[in-house]
């Protein structure tokens, strides 16, 4: 799957996003990572999650999210 097909089938509503920064990456393990953020919405507000992201031979493999709150 490329990228263009990632975002229509994982993340449709990315257009809604103004700003995204990491403010953590920590690996797990061999093949997880934890991705902590903050985005910013087009219609106001700012957000934090937090994401696994299972990564094999080089291709992410799997994406939870887990929502947080308005920051």
Known sequence: MGKAAFFERCFPTAGRVKEQRMLHVTPA????VFAYYEYEL???GRFRNVETIT???GLIKEVRVFF????
Do not use: I, P, Q, S
């Not at 393990?29 to 997880?32: N, Q, Y």
């Not at 947080?68 to 920051?71: C, F, L, N, Q, R």
């Open 55 to 57: 990564v094999r031979d």
């Open 29 to 32: 393990d061999g093949e997880l």
């Open 42 to 44: 087009t219609a106001g």
């Open 68 to 71: 947080g709150a308005a920051v």
